[in-house]
């Protein structure tokens, strides 16, 4: 049996915000990236949505547990591991400048210790592929899913989880950092802290305990805490600290040959001005102190926050397929809050609008862009837009239902057809840089 979530809910549950409430220090920014030479225009995609076949992942026992709060299971995905190449290709086709992709870290280290030579292998020939047509890899070490052992042995949940992250990243900066454009060590880290002020996230709280309850006895483990659904106030603080100590680290193993930092997930806020200051202090300024070259925003929508929560969405406005309200311009609002707050440079890393009508996502991304341009206009140092996401592909607890992509995916053949969309926005990165 499958729990009902509504897809709001669903995409709420994602990050794992079960609580709220963190507070933490980062130490400062050390070095500093020389500006880019272009503006980047690219897509992205996360391991685990597109791979298919990530037996050795957290999520994969969570999907496979009845009742599951998993929607479908990933499955095959879209086979995007078998067909990476074409992938790429077809990016490089449209027009793209960069690629954003991540690694699977329950490949490189199924078990603790043990590092798959081939999958090190496999992700050389990828940043190879991407350097061969031209274009500059931005890698995410971690986009939201961890080995099962990282997970049963507490996951970030207790201290424990620093070290094995952080030799992790620093592996990766040794065997791969030569490939490397730029470097993300987590992907939207705050995500638990920003769904925490949502109201759809509380009636969702004791299901989230439950299902990670079944996943634990169904391996016979003693502690169980995927990232993606633990509670961020424990975690928040020690992924802080692990993302600082990973920063060192790749800085170390790569002799600083490309910026690393860390991507945020960013709702344009609206409301009091008192209210956005609390909210923003939980899910956005810990991370702005936190080591790093530039920050990373990805951003969907915008939310109306009152008091300690945000409101749900206003009645008759056009949603998307996640129940976000449709707000191309929140990017703008998120990009400004961004450098009001912070002077590092600024890459979109995610923008993007879960759609079946794909003239409401050239729509969608026109005003976008318009925003940059807005921001790039009064010399905000903004440097990339990468849309999310390059592929439809399998949309967390929502599972196949919502469509992000630029390009949509045959379920049954795996076949890749380019969108409107994709031609759009390629045409705006063939025209060059920066936007507007
Ligand atoms: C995540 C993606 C996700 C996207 C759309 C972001 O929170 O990084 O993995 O698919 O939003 O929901």
Redo the contacts with the bound molecule.
Sequence with gaps: MTMKIDRRSA?LL??GSLLAGAASSGAAATSKQTKAEKFLWGSAG?AY?IEGGNYASDLWVMEHTKPSIFKDPSGDAVDAYNRVNEDIALAASLGFNTHRFSIEWSRIEPERGRISNAAIAYYRRVLETIRKHGMTPFVTFN??TTPRWFAAAGGFETRDGIEPFVNYCSLIARELGDLIGIAATF??PN?GALVSWSPAIRPLRPHIVAARELARTSIGAAKWSPPMLSDFRIQQPIMIEAHNRAYDAIKQASAGRFPVGVTL?LNDERGSAEAIARKQGEVMLPWLAANGDYIGV?N?TYSVVEGESDLPPERGIELTQ?GYPFAPEALEGVIRAVARHSNRPIYVT?N?V?TEDDTRRVAFIDRAVAGVSACLRDGIDVRGYIH??LLDNW??VAGFG?K?GLVSVDRTTFVRTAKPSAHHLGRMARRGSPPG
């Design positions: 995409l994602v990050g996360a949505q986009h939201f992907n939207e995500l997930s990805q969907y996640m995610e993007g879960a999310w996401s949309e967390w919502p992000f």
